[in-house]
């Protein structure tokens, strides 16, 4: 269980050089005794959205959904506004991205506005997605062999990681673009907290099961046949430890490492916009000389999982980011 908090969302087996480093910031402000802390949210993190843009409406700020960025404007050396999907231009003193680095340099700034230097070190920024998300609708209630029944072991976070050897042989598959045939398993059934998620009596599951590499070998493709392998490969890992979760199952919803970068434009799929390991840390993440929430572009920002401090729902990248911004401002920059 320690070893698979070291290396959550990491293309990294617990035996690699860097990985308990994860396993401290996993543990950041964490109650003392408690292993792999989760707090959870009513109505998921959608409900923690929907109330922060309540707030941010009731102290009028207008926003919007559904309003896809494809370009950043820039005027004078200076970013100015963005560009939306449908051609409409919003025009701004400050742009602030939660996208993650390579989506935002890359994809969305002109490269003209950007040394070739910080280019360069973006294009390196390691992500390497490795995990897939299973979500299961349920007939019944999950029972695991180990302590049936309900109680306080079904709220937080169930790890299907019997040893270091399954998790490291877990992780030796992505080496070869594989799916492991053994998947590590973070379990979580936000319904028993929030019983309004699903019918009476009924309950919704979430896995993440590493390892799901984001680039398959040479000649492999994540299509329905894939997605569908990779679901028999987790339903068989978990029926040993929750035998009736396969025949409870009425629907599920399997999402890949590729389907997360195009629902979220989370670059090759990583759930942390970039790995978390000691060379994308600190003062070097996003990149060496860029740790302060700016961006060479004047008037830009980056204020998401891939600035300091790193990934979780923890909002610290964006309270960080706006303190910046309002210093900037008002010193007239």
Request: charged share 20%; glycine share 10%.
């Amino acid at each position: 269980v320690l070893a698979a908090s070291a290396v959550t969302n990491l293309r990294q087996g617990p035996r690699s050089s860097g990985t308990t480093f994860l396993f401290l910031h996993h543990h950041v402000g964490a109650r003392a005794g408690s292993i792999r802390p989760r707090v959870r949210l009513t109505n998921g993190v959608g409900g923690l959205g929907a109330i922060l843009s309540d707030a941010a409406r009731a102290l009028g700020v207008e926003v919007r959904s559904g309003a896809r960025v494809v370009r950043i404007l820039s005027e004078d050396g200076r970013a100015c506004g963005v560009v939306l999907e449908d051609g409409e231009e919003i025009r701004a003193a400050r742009v602030a991205s939660s996208l993650d680095p390579t989506s935002t340099f890359l994809n969305l700034v002109d490269p003209l506005d950007l040394p070739p230097s910080f280019i360069r070190a973006v294009q390196s920024i390691r992500s390497n997605g490795s995990v897939a998300i299973i979500n299961l609708a349920l007939s019944e209630r999950p029972e695991f062999a180990a302590m049936p029944g309900e109680g306080p072991h079904l709220r937080g976070t169930i790890s299907i990681s019997p040893t270091m050897e399954t998790i490291e042989r877990a992780y030796d598959a992505t080496k070869y673009g594989e799916i492991s045939s053994n998947p590590m398993l973070e379990v979580h059934i936000p319904s028993i907290a929030d019983p309004g998620l699903a019918p009476p009596g009924q309950h919704v599951m979430t896995i993440h099961a590493q390892f799901a590499p984001y680039h398959l070998r040479e000649g492999a493709q994540w299509d329905d046949a894939m997605r569908d392998l990779l679901y028999r490969r987790v339903m068989d890992t978990l029926e040993p430890y929750a035998p009736n979760v396969a025949s409870a199952v009425q629907s599920y919803q399997v999402v890949a490492p590729p389907d997360l970068e195009a629902a979220y434009g989370l670059h090759e799929g990583h759930l942390y916009h970039g790995e978390l390991m000691l060379d994308q840390f600190f003062f070097m993440r996003p990149v060496p000389g860029y740790a302060q929430y700016r961006s060479p572009l004047p008037g830009l920002y980056l204020c998401g999982a891939g600035a300091h401090p790193g990934g979780g729902v923890n909002g610290v990248s964006g309270f960080n980011a706006a303190r910046e911004i309002i210093r900037d401002a008002r010193q007239g920059k």
